[in-house]
């Protein structure tokens, strides 16, 4: 056996073994990715337009499962409470317990007094719904209002519920980090920085950038590493055929 042909044989099973571990890596981030996924967020379908243009009538949402004592001011949300049809709704918290808020004369939400930027309300038309006088939010609670607020029923609606509109914190399902689907409404909803001046601040976004690198680094892996022996194939043979022509030259 030449040197030459020891040498493609030691590269070919290095490349072999890299191509192995490659794939097996893949596999491991791109299966964990999911599993990881499963396991802390929740599909859901928002059936309206009330939080538009954050999110629309019909998207497929990603809520990641947390505790109620982990929402913030700004937090987008799924909850279910009874009094509001038992069904899982999205709204965004504007509102936590001990909060005065009042809303909306003009499209202006005040909270204790405050005025908060929100930018993720709709630009192109009036987004006030009859103005309310100041609410104080009990304590364990908070005070959830839609984006497209001139037909949201959120706490406006209920104000009259004997808790100022507010749901508990435990009616908390989960909070919303992304709109997976359409396409073309993909991405991270964003956290709005109107609230961050305030005790608790607003809250971090969840790990599903991390779950979806792990996925696509997965996914490029193992089919990086499967198509190494097709192609290691390929080039081996038209190593060969050269060689053979080379030596046939040369007789």
Same mark, same amino acid.
């Given at each position: 056996?030449?040197?030459? =042909?020891?040498?493609?044989?030691?590269?070919?099973?290095?490349?072999?073994?890299?191509?192995?571990?490659?794939?097996?890596?893949?596999?491991?981030? #791109?299966?964990?990715? #999911?599993?990881?996924?499963?396991?802390?967020? %929740?599909?859901?379908?928002?059936?309206?337009?009330?939080?538009?243009?954050?999110?629309?009538?019909?998207?497929?949402?990603?809520? %990641?499962?947390i505790d109620g004592d982990e929402v913030r001011r700004g937090d987008v949300v799924v909850?279910? %409470?009874?009094?509001?049809?038992?069904?899982p709704m999205v709204k965004r918290v504007v509102g936590v317990g001990g909060d005065r808020?009042?809303?909306?004369?003009?499209? *202006?939400? $005040?909270?204790?007094? *405050?005025?908060?930027?929100?930018?993720?309300?709709? =630009?192109?038309?009036?987004?006030?719904?009859?103005?309310?006088?100041e609410t104080t939010v009990p304590k364990g609670r908070l005070f959830l209002l839609g984006?497209?607020?001139?037909?949201?029923?959120?706490? $406006? +609606?209920?104000?009259?519920?004997? %808790?100022?509109?507010?749901?508990?914190?435990? !009616?908390? *399902?989960?909070?919303?980090? !992304?709109? !997976?689907?359409?396409?073309?409404?993909?991405?991270?909803?964003?956290?709005?920085?109107?609230?961050?001046?305030?005790?608790?601040?607003?809250?971090?976004?969840?790990?599903?950038?991390?779950?979806?690198?792990?996925?696509? +680094?997965?996914?490029?892996? +193992?089919?990086?590493?499967?198509?190494?022996?097709?192609?290691?194939?390929?080039?081996?043979?038209?190593?060969?055929?050269?060689?053979?022509?080379?030596?046939?030259?040369?007789?």
């Open positions: 056996m030449s040197g030459t =042909q020891r040498t493609d044989e030691g590269r070919g099973r290095l490349g072999s073994t890299l191509s192995g571990i490659a794939v097996a890596l893949g596999c491991v981030l #791109f299966l964990g990715g #999911f599993v990881w996924g499963a396991v802390l967020y %929740q599909p859901y379908t928002v059936p309206t337009g009330s939080m538009a243009p954050t999110i629309g009538s019909g998207d497929r949402v990603l809520a %990641q499962r909850f279910k %409470q009874k009094t509001w049809g038992d069904l808020i009042a809303c909306c004369e003009e499209g *202006k939400l $005040t909270v204790n007094g *405050k005025e908060v930027a929100e930018p993720y309300l709709p =630009q192109d038309k009036f987004t006030g719904t009859s103005s309310i006088p984006d497209e607020r001139s037909g949201s029923l959120d706490s $406006t +609606v209920h104000l009259d519920d004997g %808790q100022n509109g507010s749901v508990p914190r435990d !009616a908390v *399902k989960g909070r919303v980090d !992304a709109v !997976a689907w359409p396409m073309e409404r993909f991405g991270m909803l964003e956290r709005p920085e109107g609230f961050a001046g305030m005790p608790g601040g607003i809250s971090e976004p969840g790990p599903l950038r991390l779950m979806v690198i792990a996925v696509v +680094v997965g996914m490029v892996l +193992v089919l990086g590493g499967g198509a190494y022996g097709p192609i290691a194939k390929r080039t081996g043979r038209r190593r060969g055929s050269g060689r053979t022509r080379e030596t046939a030259s040369a007789g």
